[in-house]
């Protein structure tokens, strides 16, 4: 077995030369339009976070995440519902990032939860 500081020279590099591989192929990536919304790339710690979560609780951020939830947009272009707009508050396009960042309906719980009543894109990104 490798002592500490040897592993540590080896490991580093080839950490960094895979993150490096798996964050080009992401950005070069021609699909996953919602998901590249709120994920720039290998995120190690955020990953471990989503692993650790219970299985209802990583369903709900995956579907988040890709826009695979049961917003009224994703079950309108699935044929299971007659508009895409909010419920809440009439807006045209009920997608995952309106729900999140944008619906004037949520604003107050918004405000409680993420610190802001309306949020933009890199402030999401930030959010663990």
């Known amino acids: 077995m490798f002592n500490k500081p040897t592993f540590t020279i080896i490991y580093s590099p080839i950490s960094s030369w895979a993150a490096h591989g798996q964050n080009k192929l992401w950005q070069e990536l ?24 219970a299985t209802q ?22 044929g299971l ?25 949520l604003m107050l719980l918004r405000k409680n939860i993420l610190g802001d009543y309306t949020l933009l894109l890199d402030s999401l990104r930030n959010i663990h």
């Open 30 to 53: 021609s699909g996953c339009r919602q998901a590249k919304l709120f994920l720039y790339g290998c995120d190690h710690p955020r990953a471990r976070y989503a692993l650790n979560l």
């Open 81 to 105: 519902c007659q508009d895409s707009c909010c419920p809440l508050c009439q807006e045209d396009e009920y997608t995952n990032l309106h729900f999140i960042a944008h619906c004037s309906a």
């Open 57 to 78: 609780d990583l369903r709900i951020l995956v579907g988040l995440l890709t826009g695979h939830t049961d917003l009224n947009r994703h079950l309108h272009i699935m």
